[in-house]
């Protein structure tokens, strides 16, 4: 199965600050039809996981432009330019390039 | 609107058998896969498996020996039945769809030994 590591594991930031998480799989994530399969999740305390970018950049519907996503293979990268504080929690990556998809470990944003 | 809600018992014994079900709206399941995830409490979250908008499914290879997902697409629901469950198969059970666009509030489930 694919790994997916998320650095860092936490992540403390102030208002405004620009953050970037890191999403590492242990092998290519471009799929045979072009496509690289790896979206950015966010998971609010107490709420399910909420799409934020999908086919590594693209911006999901509503979600803030702050919010972008960058690489390609095998190397990751959400960005977050200008925290706010609705931005705190839980990010996850999670490729569903290769069966079983997989997530990574995640990276908790809090506020320092 | 599409909306996938999760329902089924809290409270499973230990070495007994899960079922829950996801019911969709919104869309229809030969348009769109559902996929089943859970988060044990505290914990990330684990792709458990998913069943494609042609019926077909995948597993993730280390419960694939105890978990079986279904549809039923006149009633718009998927579900998921889970053998031989154990303590640290207590968590939130949520099911997605495929695009991971969609989720439902999630089901906590507590197995009890």
């Known amino acids: 199965d694919v790994v997916l590591t998320q650095t860092p594991p936490t992540l403390s930031a102030t208002i405004g600050q620009s953050v970037s998480i890191s999403c590492r799989s242990s092998q290519s994530l471009l799929h045979s039809n072009g496509n690289t399969y790896l979206n950015w999740l966010l998971q609010r305390p107490g709420q399910p996981p909420q799409l934020l970018i999908y086919l590594v950049s693209r911006l999901e519907s509503g979600v803030p432009n702050r919010f972008s996503g960058s690489g390609s293979g095998t190397d990751f990268t959400l960005k977050i330019s200008g925290v706010e504080a609705e931005d705190l929690g839980v990010y996850y990556c999670?490729?569903?390039?290769?069966?079983?998809?997989?997530f990574g470990g995640g990276t908790k944003l809090e506020l320092k | 609107q599409v909306q996938l809600k999760e329902s089924g018992p809290v409270l499973v014994q230990a070495s007994e058998t899960l079922s829950l079900t996801c019911t969709v709206s919104?869309?229809?399941?030969?348009?769109?896969?559902v996929i089943w995830v859970r988060q044990p409490p505290g914990k990330g979250l684990e792709w458990m498996g998913i069943?494609?908008?042609?019926?077909?499914?995948d597993y993730n290879s280390a419960l694939k020996s105890r978990l079986s997902i279904n549809r039923d697409t006149s009633k718009s629901q998927v579900f998921l039945k889970m053998n031989s469950l154990q303590t640290d198969d207590t968590a939130i059970y949520y099911c997605t769809r495929d695009l991971s666009d969609y989720w439902g509030q999630g089901v906590m489930v507590t197995v009890s030994s």
């Open positions: 069943i494609w908008r042609n019926g077909n499914t």
């Open positions: 919104g869309f229809s399941l030969t348009n769109y896969g």
């Open positions: 999670v490729q569903s390039t290769h069966a079983p998809w997989t």
